[in-house]
Each structure stands twice: as C-alpha cells, then as structure tokens.
C-alpha cells in the first residue's frame, strides 16, 4: 500500500460485516484500510473492487485486501470481525469455542504488528470474545472495545422513531449490559426531543419496543436466512472508529472490562463510555435504580457463565 499520513485500519474478515465496515470508513475518507482474511483472493478481490469505486465516489483512502499481516504492521485501530455468522436457529453461544479460537488466532498476530492498535472486537458471543481479545493481545483495557451497544441503541432508536413518525436523529436511546438477550435499555433515559420515552408511550408498548431491540438480530437472521445483520452492524463499528480517529469523545456504548464501575469487577459488559484517541477515555457511570442494577447484573453474570465455558 502507497504511504499516506492517513490513520490506518485494519479490518480483520472480509465478510458482509468486515468489508462493509472497510467500506464505510475509506469512502469517508477517514483512514487507509487493510482488509485481511484467512480465505485466498476474497480480501484481494473486495479491497480491489473498493479501491475501483474511489474515483466514482472521490476518496483517496487507499484498500489493500491480503492475507499476509505483516501488511497490516502500524495500524492505529483493529476492527475483529473474523469468525462464524450466526445462522438460523443458532445462538451465539453455539458459536463460542469456533470463533474464540479464529479471534485468539487473529488477534494474537495482529497485536503482534500493531503494539500501539485499539481494537474494536465485533465477532460474536460478543462479550466473550473480548476477553478472548484481551487476553490474545495482552493489550490494556483502555485499547479493548466490543461493538454492540451502538447497534442495540441503533435499533431501538430504529423503532422507537418508526413508531412515533419522528426523525431517528431526535431519538436518543440507553441500552447497557450484555449484546443480545441480556440487554439492559434504560427507557428513562432514551427520549424523543429530550423527552423520555416512558412519558410518550404506555408500559406495555416501552416494553414491546424493548422485546423488539433484543431480538433485533434475531429478526434480521430469520428474514435473511443464510446470515446475518451487517449493514447497521458496519454503521456502528465505522462510529466508533470515526470517535477515536477523530478524538470526539463521543459518549458511546461499548463492551468494556469494567473495574468496578455499575459495582462490577473483571468481566465485559456494555456501558456508556467516553471514546477518543486513545480508545476508552473512561467509562460514564450513572446511578442505577435498584432494578436497573439488578438487571445489570444478571447480564454480568450471563457473560461471566460464557468465559467460564471458554476452552483454556
Ligand atoms: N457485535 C455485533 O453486534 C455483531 C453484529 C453483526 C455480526 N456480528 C458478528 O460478526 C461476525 C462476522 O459476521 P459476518 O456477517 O461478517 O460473517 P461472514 O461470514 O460474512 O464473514 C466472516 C469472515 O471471517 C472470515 N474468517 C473466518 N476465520 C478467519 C480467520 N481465522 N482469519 C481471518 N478471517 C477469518 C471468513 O472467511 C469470512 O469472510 C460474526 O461472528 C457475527 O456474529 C456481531
């Protein structure tokens, strides 16, 4: 790849989520983008193609597509997307051992090429697989992030907009906790306007729109068939990249270790977290009503069940 003064990132999977991700992030012109998987030409061909759409779309990121990391020496962020999609039926815990062994594998060479990376871990049972990452990487906490909170928030923002017939962008959304079934939204603080959504809708419906927002990727795969969400998955990922390379401290919700913070110690869970230059800044703690904590706490424990089963 020709030297630029861009930033550069790596974007590990060039499947549906990994190469619309690498998409998203060189047509904004934001970095370089190396896209690398284990399959032989997949990554070429992707990176080749995106790199013949620059001068219809007018972006001068360069694409490299390769199965070699030491290409990707010097990254300033690793996105993880490597690993099984969920098919129908399946859940994510189903694919625990397979992809805690594919990100064990890639991660442990392409920290070994970028020291200094952040990485953003997407392959799921995402909360596991970023203790997985940590550990491969050896990488300190600050410099380990799972995407899943932006997409959960996402979807609920999604619906929660579609049913009122108000902008998405009006519509704010706070989810916490594990990705998936153990998701925590706090519809107190998800409004419309600045107004909470417990004020504009009865329970009943606050808790029909929360039921929608964790099955949400359920309802993609069942529609799909033969894979799963990517589009608002790639979105997500490209907003915290954009968050750290730009150093905008965005509050956004993301997988991290916690050390105490919401009461926690020594697992991965979704919280509010400050994102810039450095990847997590710190984590925005907030107050929890006692029942807010106690769900929090069974998503904890969910994920804490999850590393136990890891294979050693
Ligand atoms: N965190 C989230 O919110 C979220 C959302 C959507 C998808 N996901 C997860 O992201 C992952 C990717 O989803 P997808 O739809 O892009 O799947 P996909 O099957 O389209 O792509 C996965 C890619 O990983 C590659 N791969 C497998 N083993 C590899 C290895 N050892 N080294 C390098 N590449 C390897 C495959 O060849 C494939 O190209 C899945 O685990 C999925 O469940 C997470």
């Known amino acids: 790849m020709p030297r630029s003064a861009r930033n550069k990132v790596t974007v590990i999977g060039a499947g549906n989520v990994g190469a619309t991700t690498a998409q998203r992030i060189a047509e904004a012109g934001l970095a370089d983008v190396v896209l690398i998987d284990i399959v032989e030409g997949l990554p070429q061909g992707k990176g080749l193609d995106l790199a013949e759409a620059a001068p219809v779309v007018g972006h001068d990121a360069h694409v490299l597509g390769t199965n070699d990391y030491a290409d990707t020496a010097g990254s300033d962020i690793v996105v993880v997307t490597s690993g099984l999609a969920r098919q129908p039926g399946m859940s994510r815990d189903d694919l625990l051992a397979k992809n805690a062994g594919i990100v064990r594998s890639v991660v442990s060479q392409a920290a070994a090429h970028s020291p200094d990376s952040i990485l953003i871990v997407v392959t799921n049972p995402l909360d596991a697989m970023c203790h997985v990452a940590l550990a491969?990487?050896?990488?300190?906490?600050?410099?380990?992030?799972?995407?899943?909170?932006?997409?959960?928030?996402?979807?609920?923002?999604?619906?929660?907009?579609?049913?009122?017939?108000?902008?998405?962008?009006?519509?704010?959304?706070?989810?916490?906790?594990?990705?998936?079934?153990?998701?925590?939204?706090?519809?107190?603080?998800?409004?419309?306007?600045?107004?909470?959504?417990?004020?504009?809708?009865?329970?009943?419906?606050?808790?029909?729109?929360?039921?929608?927002?964790?099955?949400?990727?359920?309802?993609?795969?069942?529609?799909?068939?033969?894979?799963?969400?990517?589009?608002?998955?790639?979105?997500?990922?490209?907003e915290m990249v954009e968050s750290i390379l730009l150093d905008r401290k965005r509050v956004l919700p993301c997988a991290v270790l916690l050390d105490g913070e919401f009461g926690t110690h020594g697992v991965f869970v979704g919280v509010p977290v400050v994102l810039g230059a450095g990847g997590m800044d710190r984590v925005f703690e907030i107050a929890l009503t006692a029942e807010e904590q106690a769900a929090f706490g069974r998503s904890a424990a969910a994920v804490r069940e999850l590393v136990e089963k890891l294979p050693a």
Do not use: C, W
């Open 136 to 238: 491969a990487s050896g990488f300190p906490r600050e410099r380990v992030l799972g995407m899943a909170g932006v997409l959960d928030s996402a979807r609920f923002r999604t619906f929660i907009a579609g049913e009122l017939g108000v902008s998405v962008e009006d519509t704010q959304a706070f989810v916490l906790g594990g990705h998936g079934d153990t998701m925590v939204p706090l519809p107190r603080y998800s409004t419309v306007a600045g107004v909470p959504i417990t004020e504009l809708f009865s329970p009943e419906r606050v808790a029909a729109l929360v039921d929608r927002t964790a099955n949400g990727g359920a309802e993609v795969v069942a529609l799909l068939k033969t894979g799963s969400a990517f589009y608002a998955p790639a979105a997500s990922t490209f």
